[in-house]
């Protein structure tokens, strides 16, 4: 069986593996979030972090920096019961013809500390920069179809929906992913995208989008 690492995949690759259906970029009802009301307490963690990115020139941070200084510090506040935040979590997950494999940089979701029954609901990508850096859209795209594979041998749901994230300095990009057919030779992929959100000026919103992705993936609202 042919193994591949999430973050070397090609399109030729992708391909291979899955049907992929691309929707155009929309606000989409998993977006809408105003009715989300966040908590003082939140809000106050969220405007210092806001405000420290904004005295900041991030386009000088490396990765690892801006990750510990923004993106994970939201993942965090983004937990709810046992929903939890981890960073460099492994995957491996087996297609009939294919092993994929990598390391996502972060994760929401079930049971992360079970050997047996964790649940993937938000998968984050960092963005590496530089010409020699990979698309970070294939490197997401290869994570989701892993995390979703876990997810159906765990519960055999014929539909899998889960979300990603691709970051890049303080800009968020998310996806919603709904993984159908997983039990065939070639899956089918049908992914939402969001508009690019920059967490200088648009934490809250940030912030609420992770809190509502969190709600939604654990049957606390409706899609």
């Known amino acids: 069986m042919k193994s591949l690492r999430c973050a070397d995949l090609t399109v030729a690759d992708i391909r291979e593996i899955v049907t992929v259906q691309e929707q ?9 979030v105003d009715p989300l009301v966040l908590s ?14 904004r005295i900041m020139d991030t386009s000088l941070m490396n990765e690892a920096t801006i990750w510990g200084r923004a993106i994970y510090p939201m993942l965090i506040l983004a937990e709810q019961g046992p929903v939890q935040a981890w960073a460099q979590v492994t995957l491996r997950a087996r297609y009939p013809h294919v092993e994929l494999q990598g390391v996502v940089d972060g994760v929401l979701g079930r049971g992360l500390l079970s050997m047996t029954e964790t649940t993937y ?7 590496k920069r530089g010409l020699e850096s990979q698309d970070p ?3 997401l795209l290869g994570q989701l179809l892993a995390a979703a594979r876990l997810n159906w041998e765990l519960d055999q749901s014929a539909q899998q929906t889960l979300f990603g994230c691709y970051t890049i300095i303080d800009t968020w990009k998310f996806v919603r992913a709904v993984v159908e057919n997983l039990d065939s030779a070639l899956p089918t992929i049908t992914l939402e995208p969001s508009r690019e959100y920059v967490q200088k000026f648009e934490a809250e919103t940030i912030l609420a989008i992770l809190k509502h992705i969190v709600a939604l993936s654990v049957g606390a609202l409706a899609l």
């Open 24 to 32: 155009p970029l929309a606000a989409y009802p998993w977006t809408q």
């Open 40 to 53: 003082d307490q939140e809000r106050e963690h969220v405007a210092y972090i806001q405000q420290r990115l």
């Open 121 to 127: 609901y938000l998968l984050v990508v960092e963005a």
């Open 137 to 139: 859209r294939l490197q």
